[in-house]
């Protein structure tokens, strides 16, 4: 349920209001704008009466929600979310451009893509420490050096870290160290590790399962939200089709549906959509044309001997081009880098 009040609502109503409803058994999730207050009800709402509440006169409407996310609805909150993250946001007017290598393999590496991202435009840094992977062969990253080194990386440019998570104990070992936890595809219904993450304060990027839709990416979404932390970003990463030319297929119109169900920012990962080096820049300007909040990309100095995903990473100098690009789409698009 959502109640919406008008601006003759003063706090002292508000907050009689919201004691009222938590009398029974209900959750209040309260969006104070300009010119209205919006209350989002979570719980039992079956109890409460409807005519009851548009007795008083700041109410202005009662409103039911169907869906079975509350908190990421964008009728409880009817304006776009925007996240802070260290020295920079996600959402709102200004895109947010995340690039980095898929793994940190060293120092010298890592500092120096940082340093070129950066002086691209880039405002975050990517960069994995620890790598899920399909085989168990595969390289699983640096682990607690990597994110060391990617500390190092954050203090010689300023650049915001966001890398991936992949438990629980990871989760409360590291969260302090990290400006935008990530939780990949494969963990987008680890239950107990989005729980934890809805204890922390810490923006969570939220990458959609191989193969999962729309709802249940916000659903996930949900039980972050549910456990008190807001600062969810979502991410559209290409999901799993018929199709194998590419690793995955870009779901782009998901971005227009998730901007139309839910007020959370959302960003797209080309690199992992296509899993090709040569679809990355067009892919990327696409998303910046149909209203993404911004970019993951990958970029690696040597693609052709990195660790882990090279075939889909571009170098810093097709990445400082590609930036022109964006600058110029997002710019027709009333945006900013």
Known sequence: MVIVLNSLASTEQIEKLKQELENYGCSVWPTYGKFQTILGIVGDTGKLDRDYLLSKHYVEKVLSVQEPYKKANRTFHPENTVIRAGSETIGGNQLAIIAGPCSVESQEQIVGIAQEVKAAGAGFLRGGAFKPRSSPYSFQGMQ????????????????????????????????????????GARNMQNFDLLKAAGQIEKP??????????????????EYIMAGGNENVVLCERGIRTFETYTRNTLDLSAVLAIKRLSHLPVIVDPSH?????????????????????????????????????????????????????????????????
Do not use: Y
Request: proline share 2%; aromatic share 2%.
């Open 273 to 337: 959509a296509a899993g090709l080096w040569w679809m990355v820049e067009s892919l990327s300007k696409a998303a910046v044309a149909v209203g993404a909040d911004g970019v993951i990309i990958e970029v690696h100095q040597d693609p052709s001997n990195a660790k882990c995903d090279g075939q889909q990473s571009i170098k810093p100098e097709r990445f400082t081009a590609l930036m022109q690009s964006l600058r110029a789409i997002a710019h027709i698009e009333n945006r900013t880098l």
């Open 144 to 183: 607690q050096e990597g994110l060391e080194l990617l500390k190092l990386a954050r203090e010689a440019t300023g650049l915001p870290i966001v890398t991936e998570i992949m438990s629980v104990k990871q989760l409360e070992d590291h969260h302090e160290d990290i400006d935008v936890i990530q939780i």
């Open 204 to 221: 969570i990027l939220l990458k959609r399962g191989l193969s999962a839709t729309i709802e249940e990416l916000l659903m996930s979404a």
